[in-house]
């Protein structure tokens, strides 16, 4: 089984605030990790290589420092690692990122199976992973939450769709994005984390993937955010103070008063 | 579609973009130097005490002009079409009113000619209905081919889709199919002055709102979130018109075969209830449950939780209400031991009256409730309960 991994850095906290005085977001040191959800994504294609035998390849697009993002994946056991890196490629929006990966995924050649994380901390669209798949022109499950087998060209898995529970089967090669219910991520190991440092990462740039500059960064990007702002939902309300029963009385009159129950 | 530049006349270095970008990808060297990290988020934008920065858009060359209505994505499980599809077709209402165009809606099934006549009467003024067994249960590749041919065809300005996992699957699939823009999630829809769509969705887990703009290329899409948009009213006068439409001439290909597909034996369902009473860590332990059921019982409701009491295990995810859990909009919300991080905030801020019981007066739940209650909630609850069953 060949294996593709796509990974994102991401922030390590999305505790982001707003000062409300000056209307500047707080920021206190924002050290970057490994995309948690990708965790799952991760562990799940290890299992499948021990497993079924083949490789991993871990897929990350982003600033240079994203590599640490490929070598924390490779600190897991994964085999290789691509990062997919170029000025160029700023500002993508998950249209854009989606082009650029199945671009890359394209160039490595033949796979069986892509496995996604559900979605990031940070952009949290879940968007990147079924855009994927239908770029490269292969089916994909969203929200797999059991991988029940691979053999014959085929995968069975099992997830919840909104009120259903389902089992469906897909022609290999596949995309599927995985829940944290699938697995129970692993720490890196000694050796993983040696393999880790050696690990030489090879750059792709737009060069390299021959990509069509109109597809990739702020370009190839229709949508991008015009304003940000801070939520406000104050409403002001009403204290019911006095001893818990009295409390619990003042209560249950303004609900009446208002038809609630 | 637009770029983002560092006017130097105007910069002092005075280093606050670099402190306020979220992705950390500005430095300041002799010059501000903004990294290829930039999603063009625009906070900096707004942070330069200057007004040093600016996203330029570049104007699209692309003719827009043939683009006109506002499809919605009638989704259906079991014959009987999502909820959520009512609410959509609220905002779509809106929105094509507020444009002078049609709300149009797309129902995929099999015996779906009731379904169909029904969303008619919710204020559509068109309903295309593909009913044919091969719709019957959600695909992907079909459904992505239909509703891609479907847009080909008609052209709609905006195209909006309920954010639920079938929702979420197929509409990136259709965007990149489509290439067009695709914003997830969305929690307010709007039409600026130049008639396009300003899509407003939570970012960095609800901390800030951003607002997103696909003025490039169309049909402008959206997820939107359910239980956040006002329900289309019912109006038998003033139905839309039913227009059926086949599948022949589609290239419909199955990759994926559906084994199994079974309902889930739901407890009443978390988005469907009027009323939610919710605990979070402040019960202090698992068993606090109990009393919030006991709560919630006395009152007919149902029961809802903080994401950190589902992380530890205390009960299980489908009771998580949040960012990550669901976003609910019962008539009254009762937060029992929850303090209010933002994420639980952005998933029941918008239900119609809210009651906080928490023993410290800063929590933030606070802010939110209509009804403020500071005290031991294994105190009051008791009580509450105790009056409600004198009645």
């Known amino acids: 089984m060949e294996l593709i991994v796509p990974v994102k850095q991401v922030p390590e906290t999305t505790e982001v605030e707003i000062d409300p005085s000056t209307g500047n977001l707080i920021r206190e040191g924002v050290k970057a990790t490994l995309n948690p959800f990708d965790a799952y994504a991760v562990e799940e294609a290890l299992r499948i290589r021990d497993s079924h035998g083949g490789s991993i390849t871990v897929l990350s697009m982003g600033p240079p420092q994203a590599e640490s993002a490929i070598r924390d994946a490779i600190a897991l056991g994964c085999d290789r690692g691509i990062l997919l890196s170029d000025p160029a490629f700023a500002g993508s929006d998950t249209l854009a990122t989606s082009y650029t990966l199945a671009t890359a995924i394209r160039g490595i050649g033949s796979f069986d199976l892509i496995i996604c994380g559900i979605k990031t901390t940070d952009g949290d669209t879940g968007q990147v992973g079924p855009g994927i798949a239908e770029e490269i022109g292969i089916p994909h499950i969203s929200y797999v939450k059991r991988i029940d087998k691979i053999e014959d060209g085929h995968i069975t898995v099992s997830r919840t769709l909104d009120d259903l529970d389902q089992r469906l089967r897909s022609t290999l090669p596949c995309l599927i994005t995985v829940t944290k219910e699938i697995n129970e991520p692993r720490l890196p190991s000694f050796k993983g984390k040696m393999a880790s440092r050696k690990a030489e990462i090879p750059v792709w740039d737009s060069g390299t993937l021959d990509v069509d500059p109109c597809r990739v960064g702020s370009e190839g990007s229709p949508t991008w955010v015009v304003k940000v702002f801070h939520p406000s939902s104050e409403r002001g309300g009403v204290e019911l103070g006095g001893t818990p029963r009295e409390q619990a009385g003042a209560l249950l009159d303004c609900l009446r008063q208002r038809k609630l129950i | ?391």
Request: with cysteine.
């Open chain 2, 1 to 391: 579609m637009a770029e983002i530049k560092v006017i130097a006349d105007r910069c002092t270095l005075c280093g606050v973009c670099v402190d306020s970008c979220p992705q950390g990808c500005i430095s300041l060297e002799d010059e501000v130097i903004i990294g290829e990290g930039c999603t063009l988020c625009g906070i900096c934008v707004d942070a330069c005490p200057s007004d040093a920065i600016e996203i330029v858009r570049k104007r699209s060359e692309i003719d827009l002009s043939g683009y006109e209505g506002v499809l919605v994505f009638g989704e259906q499980v079991d014959g009987e079409v999502s909820p959520v599809v009512y609410e959509l077709l609220g905002k779509g209402r809106e929105l094509a009113d507020k444009l002078g165009e049609d709300l149009i809606c797309a129902v995929l099934g099999s015996e779906m000619e009731e379904e169909a006549a029904e969303v008619a009467c919710h204020g559509a003024e068109l309903v295309y209905l593909y009913d044919d067994p091969l719709l019957r249960e959600f695909r992907d590749d079909t459904y992505t081919e239909v509703l891609s041919d479907l847009v080909r065809d008609i052209k709609p300005s905006i195209f909006l889709l309920g954010a639920t996992n079938m929702g979420r699957s197929l509409a990136p699939r259709l965007a990149v199919r489509l290439k067009t823009g695709l914003t997830a999630d969305c929690t307010s829809l709007d039409i600026d002055g130049d008639g396009n769509l300003l899509q407003t969705r939570p970012a960095f887990g609800g901390n800030i709102m951003a607002t997103i703009l696909c003025e490039g290329s169309r049909p402008q899409m959206s997820t939107v979130r359910y239980e956040v948009m006002e329900k289309a009213k019912r109006d038998e006068s003033n139905r839309g018109e039913v227009v059926r439409r086949g599948i022949e001439n589609l290239p419909v290909q199955d990759r994926v075969e559906i084994l199994q597909s079974r309902r889930t034996a739901g407890e009443s369902r978390l988005t469907e209830a009027d009323i939610i009473v919710s605990g979070g860590k402040g019960l202090g332990e698992p068993e606090g449950f109990q009393l919030i059921r006991e709560l919630a019982d006395a009152l007919g409701g149902t029961v809802g939780a903080s994401r950190l009491t589902v992380d530890d295990g205390w009960i299980p995810y489908r009771h998580q209400v949040g960012l990550s859990g669901k976003t609910v909009r019962p008539k009254l919300y009762i937060a029992c031991g929850i303090s209010g991080a933002v994420q639980h905030l952005a998933g029941m801020q918008t239900s119609d009256i809210i009651v906080a019981i928490n023993k410290d007066p800063e929590a933030p739940i606070f802010k939110v409730a209509d009804y403020k209650i500071v005290g031991d909630l294994y105190e009051v609850i008791p009580e509450i309960i105790r009056a409600l069953k004198e009645d």
